[in-house]
């Protein structure tokens, strides 16, 4: 019937776009995890898996931060890391294939850089970051509301301090 068709052309349409866009969404998130396993793999300079293995040992002994976070999920599946790395995968289809068993994976992200109100352009930030930005730097903004409202109270700061 018609009503079944529609259903069906809905359905293809929603694996269609799940199998185009949701890689694309799972690298973007997988920042902590490419970074660390393009640093692993770099150092390696070799296909052999138990090189590889020994690498993610070596850099897991000295890693900070977020980077020491991914290698506590990581521990576990060195061997799914060190395999497709071996056969020349890139990073980022291993995070995609490891976020699948551990999400965790994927989640972990680098904080962001502090913003310097001299050199920002400040009309490329956001309402919140502008807001942040403000607190940071101890400029009251009673009343602002929009984002012309606290560009201009950051910008009366900056000349106030030259």
């Known amino acids: ?55 993610i040992d070596e850099f897991c002994e000295k890693a900070e931060g977020k980077d020491r976070q991914l290698c506590y999920y990581i521990d576990t599946i060195k061997r799914d890391i060190s395999n497709p790395a071996s056969m020349g995968v890139p ?36 309402v919140k970051e502008l807001r942040k930005l403000a607190l940071d730097n101890g400029v009251e903004c009673v009343g602002c509301a929009e984002k012309a409202d606290f560009i201009a109270k950051l910008q009366q700061h900056l000349h106030k301090e030259l």
């Not at 994976?105 to 956001?126: A, F, G, H, R, W």
């Open 1 to 55: 019937t018609q009503s079944t068709w529609g259903l069906v052309e809905h359905s293809i349409c929603a694996m269609l776009l799940s199998v185009l866009f949701v890689p694309l969404l799972v690298s973007a998130e997988c920042e902590v995890c490419e970074s660390v396993i393009s640093k692993i793999i770099e150092s390696a300079q070799s296909k052999s898996v138990s090189v590889i293995e020994k690498k």
């Open 91 to 126: 990073a980022a289809k291993i995070c995609q294939r490891i976020a699948k068993k551990d999400r965790q994976v994927c989640e972990l992200s680098y904080p962001k850089q502090e913003m310097d109100l001299k050199t920002i352009d400040l009309n490329k930030l956001k």
